[in-house]
């Protein structure tokens, strides 16, 4: 089967003030050749470093932290995997892989705040296939994910798709990006709001964008984080079987 396509395996922090901005040089500031010629002098002034010897109990002491820390970061990739071995990624799967209902577990029922009316629960969807997507204005990934939702609304939402983005940006830069952005890519779906980052939360989002493929009866099939085609033939096979279940 066809892999799904990804344009970006890039994924942005859920949080903005996360990013790390990396400051242009200051022309006001000396030469690399100054700094060079400071650096050499510092040296040759430097005096004879002085060795360090710690007594044997702290050598015993360090590396039993560092056991102890490996030994903690081990267990939890233990408990990651035994919480995600039921759920497919999608950017990974094609129509032949989806996961048996039984293996299948529940999510959170969280609640969706809209700006065309009154807020949802997320169970109001149960009898529906629902893609849920977290997404944010400043994530590059995110805006470039999102406009190939719209093929696959327009095939698959008559059969009982739905398509739920979730943006998470703070009140004001919501307000100044999203009606904009969603007017000029001409979306066939509202998109949700998170600004306190509750449903975020509750997903244990660290990363945008974030997916989740959730069948009829509101379990977990399939994950997805970074920008996947989801009008590719594989995105749309793997929907469509879960429709006919």
């Known amino acids: 089967m066809e892999r799904s396509k990804?344009?970006?395996?890039?994924?942005?922090?859920?949080?903005?003030?996360?990013?790390?901005?990396?400051?242009?040089?200051?022309?006001?500031?000396?030469?690399?050749?100054?700094?060079?010629?400071?650096?050499?002098?510092?040296?040759?002034?430097?005096?004879?470093?002085?060795?360090?010897?710690?007594?044997?109990?702290?050598?015993?002491?360090?590396?039993?932290?560092l056991v102890f820390f490996a030994s903690i970061g081990y267990l939890r990739s233990l408990h990651n995997h035994d919480n995600r071995e039921n759920e497919g990624d999608i950017q990974e799967m094609s129509s032949t892989d989806v996961p048996s209902p039984e293996k299948r577990k529940a999510i959170p029922n969280i609640s969706l705040m809209s700006k065309l009316g009154?807020?949802?629960?997320?169970?109001?969807?149960k009898g529906k296939v629902v893609l849920l997507s977290f997404w944010a204005s400043w994530c590059t990934p995110c805006l470039v994910e999102l406009p190939t939702f719209i093929d696959l609304h327009e095939k698959l939402s008559s059969k009982g798709l739905v398509i739920i983005p979730v943006n998470v940006d703070e009140p004001e830069p919501a307000a100044q990006f999203v009606p904009g952005f969603w007017k000029a890519k001409k979306f066939p779906f509202e998109t949700f709001y998170d600004p306190n980052h509750k449903s975020a939360d509750e997903f244990k989002i660290d990363t945008l964008p974030s997916n989740f493929v959730i069948d009829k009866q509101g379990r977990l099939v399939a994950t997805g984080f970074g920008a996947n085609d989801w009008a590719s033939d594989a995105s749309v096979k793997f929907i469509e079987q879960l429709l006919t279940e």
């Open 6 to 65: 990804t344009y970006s395996k890039t994924t942005c922090p859920r949080s903005r003030s996360e990013l790390v901005l990396v400051p242009m040089e200051d022309e006001s500031k000396p030469s690399q050749s100054e700094h060079l010629a400071d650096l050499k002098s510092a040296l040759d002034e430097k005096p004879p470093e002085k060795k360090i010897n710690f007594p044997f109990w702290a050598k015993i002491l360090i590396m039993c932290l």
């Open 118 to 125: 009154p807020a949802k629960k997320l169970d109001q969807f």
